[in-house]
Structures are given as C-alpha cells and as structure tokens.
C-alpha cells in the first residue's frame, strides 16, 4: 500500500469516526457509510471525480 493510499485510509477513518460521533452514522450503516467516504476522498485525492457543477470553471481561450 502506498504512502497515499495510506494517507486517503486515515483520512476516510477519521471522517467517519466524526460522523459517528455526532450521531450521523450508527454501526447499522457503518459498511456503506465507510464505502462511501473512502470513494469520495479516494476520487478528490486522485482526480477520478468530475468536478461538480457549482465549481467555477476557468474562462475558455479563444
């Protein structure tokens, strides 16, 4: 496993052990929750996810 892959673990970790603390997340949705926010670090921290479409884009050359 790489530092990054590493790194992208801990953080997905430690987000959901947030959300669990404030109630958002029970041991009922822990698997799913868990996939989720290791997709979503995994896609921003790699560039796999599309940007959203709220995000500015840069001005087209031409």
């Given at each position: 496993m790489s530092s990054i892959d590493e790194?992208?673990?801990r953080a997905a970790?430690?987000?959901?052990v947030?959300?669990?603390e404030t109630?958002?997340?029970s041991p009922?949705?822990?698997p799913e929750a868990f996939?989720?926010?290791?997709a979503a670090?995994?896609?921003?921290?790699?560039?796999?996810?599309?940007?959203a479409d709220d995000d500015?884009?840069?001005?087209a050359k031409g």
């Open positions: 790194q992208i673990l970790k430690e987000i959901v947030k959300f669990i109630g958002r997340i009922t949705t822990f996939k989720s926010v290791y670090v995994n896609g921003t921290v790699k560039g796999l996810e599309p940007p500015p884009q840069p001005p």
